[in-house]
């Protein structure tokens, strides 16, 4: 059973929240979680690089000498990948590297993610953060004042906000998502995870609703 202090904007503590990480994730599987990490990885990867064959290299396609009588070794077209300027001789195509993994497999990682963060000391909670309209110096205050400044965090609320995400998008290192746009990269990438008190008690609802079904 964890014990995370809630602290206000301003960094003070103003109480704890008793957690058990087991609620979220029962066991952490490591490869379970480096195998969906890997799948978002790929899924990003945009596999628009091409070079050209020898098919596609433009120029005459005469033999360039005859075939014997000359002392060299033969040769026909200059497109050869050999040659200079020639194609390449595993030219690479356009490719599409995404997949996708089971469904339940995606959301177990996502919980194992948090609850990892947990273990490893790396949530910070806050009792709200809301904005009357986006103000990225006070975003940066909080930060600060909650000791999440200069470094990578994950701000993390129970429904988007979209004051929340102008007031952050700016400050390099510090993305912000709702809880239900989380998954185990976006959760495992950054140092820290900020969450409100809201979110983390989506995050134990969605799982208790999990368990049971």
């Keep these: 059973m964890a014990s995370l202090p809630i602290y206000d904007r301003e960094g003070n503590e103003v ?3 008793k957690i058990d990480p087991a609620d979220i994730a029962p066991t952490i599987n490591k490869q379970l979680l480096h195998d969906v990490v890997v799948m978002y990885q790929a899924n990003q ?8 064959s ?18 060299n070794a033969r040769a026909g077209s200059r497109h050869s990948g050999i040659r200079r300027g020639g194609g390449h001789i595993f030219a690479k195509r356009l490719r599409d590297f995404s997949y996708r993994l089971p469904r339940k497999a995606v959301q177990i990682a996502t919980r194992m993610a948090i609850a990892s963060k947990i273990r490893d000391d790396q949530v910070v909670l806050v009792d709200e953060l809301a904005f009357d309209e986006p ?6 205050a909080i930060l600060k004042a909650l000791a ?6 994950l701000v993390t609320t129970d429904a988007h906000d979209t004051n929340v995400y102008k007031s952050a998008r700016n400050i390099m290192g510090v993305n912000v998502s ?5 998954n185990a990269l976006s959760v495992l990438q950054p140092r820290k995870l900020l969450m409100t008190k809201a979110a983390i008690d989506a995050v134990k609802r969605r799982a208790a609703d999990k368990a049971a079904s």
Excluded: E, I, N
């Design 15 to 17: 109480g704890k929240y």
């Design 45 to 52: 990867r945009q596999g628009t690089v091409r070079t050209k």
């Design 148 to 153: 999440c400044d200069g470094t990578t965090v």
């Design 135 to 140: 103000k990225t110096r006070d975003m940066a």
């Design 54 to 71: 020898r098919s596609d290299v433009s120029g005459s396609t005469h033999k360039l000498y005859r075939q014997k009588g000359t002392g």
């Design 178 to 182: 709702p809880v239900s746009d989380l």
